[in-house]
């Protein structure tokens, strides 16, 4: 799979890959499948992301996971592997037909027991939880625009120590651009950006994995 980091050169997203815990056949597949329909592959997220966030899963002994934007389920396979027996994630999509492709790829992991699929609008499956230590950690990978709404509805369902990762928060380095100021993708981002790193209820810091990957703790 490509690099998703234009900052880092072929040579070194092969080796930083490499020495990192690599996609087994599983995922292998799961990757040329998804790269087999087109520029959409895009959405999934690049394997040293997924390889972090297992271990991430794993470190923090999260139980209770949710995620938004699921797409062909990497994300998903990555976070559910990363939990213990009973821990369960709760993912959220509007997508059957790319929904579909991780399901199969979930079953064949042996981790669908964990994972419970909602296809609706994400912001109305928030809405309907009820509020307050519903999640370990949350997971954001959706429509831009509404970054920030999904964390405004996700803060107060963590858990005090939940953590929230968001992807793509680096938009491939525009984001600290001053000459570009169109696109209304890089503009959401910039906005979740600025209010995220001033907002009291979490400590924030943004790792260049990929193409930006957000980390946040509920304080």
Same mark, same amino acid.
């Given at each position: 799979?490509?690099?998703?980091? #234009?900052?880092?050169?072929?040579?070194?997203?092969?080796?930083?890959?490499?020495?990192?815990?690599?996609? !087994?056949?599983?995922?292998?597949?799961?990757?040329? @499948?998804?790269?087999?329909?087109?520029?959409?592959?895009?959405?999934?997220?690049?394997?040293?992301?997924?390889? =972090?966030?297992?271990?991430?899963?794993?470190?923090?002994?999260?139980?209770?996971?949710?995620?938004?934007?699921? =797409?062909?389920?990497?994300?998903?396979?990555?976070?559910?592997?990363?939990? #213990?027996?009973?821990?369960?994630?709760?993912?959220?999509?509007?997508?059957? @037909?790319?929904?579909?492709?991780?399901?199969?790829?979930?079953?064949?992991?042996?981790?669908?027991?964990?994972?419970?699929?909602?296809?609706?609008?994400?912001?109305?499956?928030?809405?309907?939880? #009820?509020?307050?230590? @519903?999640?370990?950690?949350? =997971?954001?990978?959706?429509?831009?625009?509404?970054?920030?709404?999904?964390?405004?509805?996700?803060?107060?369902?963590?858990?005090?120590?939940?953590?929230?990762?968001?992807?793509?928060?680096?938009?491939?380095?525009?984001?600290?651009?001053?000459?570009?100021?169109?696109? !209304?993708?890089?503009?959401?981002?910039?906005?979740?950006?600025?209010?995220?790193?001033?907002?009291?209820?979490?400590?924030?810091?943004?790792?260049?994995?990929?193409?930006?990957?957000?980390?946040?703790?509920?304080?």
């Amino acid at each position: 799979m490509a690099s998703k980091s #234009p900052w880092l050169s072929d040579e070194l997203h092969a080796y930083i890959v490499g020495h990192g815990t690599p996609p !087994d056949d599983i995922q292998q597949r799961l990757i040329d @499948e998804t790269a087999a329909l087109g520029g959409v592959s895009k959405m999934q997220i690049a394997p040293e992301q997924g390889a =972090f966030m297992t271990l991430l899963c794993r470190a923090s002994s999260a139980r209770k996971l949710i995620e938004i934007g699921t =797409f062909t389920g990497y994300s998903a396979l990555a976070l559910a592997r990363g939990l #213990p027996d009973d821990g369960r994630l709760l993912c959220c999509d509007v997508s059957e @037909e790319w929904t579909a492709i991780a399901r199969r790829y979930w079953k064949e992991a042996g981790v669908e027991n964990k994972i419970e699929l909602r296809i609706a609008p994400a912001l109305e499956t928030l809405r309907s939880l #009820p509020m307050g230590d @519903e999640f370990d950690l949350a =997971f954001i990978d959706a429509d831009k625009e509404n970054y920030l709404a999904y964390a405004e509805e996700i803060v107060p369902r963590l858990q005090q120590g939940g953590l929230l990762l968001v992807d793509n928060t680096l938009w491939s380095g525009e984001v600290a651009d001053p000459t570009i100021v169109e696109g !209304d993708d890089l503009l959401a981002i910039r906005a979740f950006n600025d209010a995220f790193a001033a907002d009291p209820r979490v400590d924030v810091v943004v790792l260049p994995i990929s193409d930006g990957l957000t980390l946040a703790r509920k304080r």
